[in-house]
């Protein structure tokens, strides 16, 4: 990037730019609200919000469709969750089952119910700051560089996006500093989440524990669920994608178009509820053969793809010189990811995570109000387990 005259800087000496991610305005826009329904009523009303879901579990398992009732509060056995197609060899840490995290909800009766791993159990990741590359944990793939020509597939086209400088609205508010955005719309599939769906299913291909015609399925607001189906689609994979019923329609038609199946479930259920997004994906990944959750909120492959290659392209862009990063913080990938990376190579950066008021990241011990928000993408009742909160400052 061309090197240009600036004004003093108001964020610190020496600072040299803000960047902020050009997605979370994106993610900040207010979207219609669908109406909100049980999830059995969903999955069992074929005029429902989720007309593909009494299709989705018709399994040789079984000799006729089991009914949404049974999705929700079946007990019939269900594979063993070390095979649940998470990365256990790489990413052990991130990915224990059995006494390690799994959980089984009752039901009402006391019968046994779904048997799942939490989004927020607590980092076992043994990576430090600072350590040698040689004693990571963690694999990091040599970053591709983007051909001049042709592009051999649309997976191609997932990350190396622009930044730009905002020019009218720093000098509408006063801002004495250049802000650049990350142009993360330019990717794929429309949003940063396409790098994190593709390393994701890649290291689950190495791992062994992805193969040829098995089925992905994932609890998202969307995004990552737009990513996970365009890399099914070329790849050959079945994708169901579990939302609630906040998010948007276009999202759905953009899923749609790229072949997944669809369930809604009810923006109301807590993430531990029977009913939440989490949960259902939990309960179709446990009655469907040779189906895995990648899951974003404990895969260390989340951060990673941003450690790897999205704060790399921040720091050629702006020739290294970089004063602070602003983001949405969600499930805390890109804000773990990228922080760590700029802080290595810039160690004054200072990252900011940027989550609507109602999220339990802005509650603190003297103020426990709940608020809700419309907000899609960000804010989240549970801290995932990649989001490393000692990494950034939170607004």
């Given amino acids: 990037m061309a090197a240009v005259p600036k004004p003093p800087h ?8 803000l960047c902020v991610f050009g997605s979370v305005t994106a993610a900040l826009t207010l979207q219609s609200v669908m109406p909100s329904v049980s999830a059995a009523a969903c999955l069992k009303d074929a005029q429902a919000s989720c007309p593909h879901a009494a299709n989705l579990i018709q399994t040789d398992k079984f000799s006729s ?3 949404a009732a049974e999705v929700l509060h079946s007990g019939l056995d269900s594979p063993s969750l070390s095979e649940d197609g998470i990365l256990d060899s790489e990413h052990k840490p991130h990915s224990d089952a059995g006494e390690n995290g799994t959980r089984e909800q009752r039901d009402p009766d006391g019968a046994p119910g779904l048997k799942w791993i939490r989004p927020d159990l607590p980092s076992r990741c043994t ?13 990091h ?5 983007r051909p001049t020509s042709i592009l051999p597939s649309v997976l191609d086209h997932i990350g190396h ?4 400088r905002l020019n009218k609205i720093p000098k509408e508010f006063g801002l004495k500093c250049e802000v650049l955005v990350k142009c993360e719309f330019f990717s794929a599939g429309g949003s940063i989440k396409d790098r994190i769906a593709l390393r994701m299913v890649e290291d689950a291909e190495r791992a062994g524990t992805l193969k040829p015609g098995d089925t992905i399925i994932e609890p998202t607001s969307g995004n990552t669920g737009i990513g996970l189906a365009l890399i099914a689609a070329v790849k050959g994979y079945r994708c169901i994608i579990v939302m609630p019923e906040k998010m948007s329609m276009e999202k759905e038609a953009v899923l749609k178009s790229l072949g997944a199946d669809i369930v809604r479930t009810p923006t109301s259920a807590a993430f531990d509820s029977p009913e939440s997004h989490i949960c259902t994906a939990w309960r179709l990944k446990n009655e469907i053969p040779n189906s895995h959750i990648l899951d974003q909120y404990r895969n260390a492959s989340n951060p990673l793809a ?3 290659t999205t704060a790399e392209e921040i720091l050629e862009q702006c020739d290294g010189k ?8 969600g499930t805390g990938g890109t804000l773990t990811g990228v922080s760590r990376k700029l802080k290595e190579k810039c160690p004054n950066v ?16 003297e103020s426990d109000e709940h608020t809700t928000f419309e907000v899609e993408g960000i804010g989240y009742d549970f801290v995932p387990t990649v989001l490393d909160r000692a990494s950034f400052c939170l607004n």
């Fill in 65 to 67: 469709r089991v009914s």
């Fill in 161 to 164: 996006t622009p930044l730009i």
């Fill in 10 to 17: 108001t964020f610190g000496p020496g600072s040299e730019s």
């Fill in 322 to 329: 970089l004063e602070m990063l602003v983001a949405g913080a």
């Fill in 141 to 145: 793939p040599e970053r591709s560089t």
């Fill in 350 to 365: 200072k990252i900011v995570g940027v989550d609507p008021e109602g999220s339990v990241l802005i509650l603190s011990e």
């Fill in 127 to 139: 990576w430090t700051p600072g350590a040698p590359a040689s004693e990571s944990p963690h694999s």
């Fill in 306 to 308: 941003h450690y790897d």
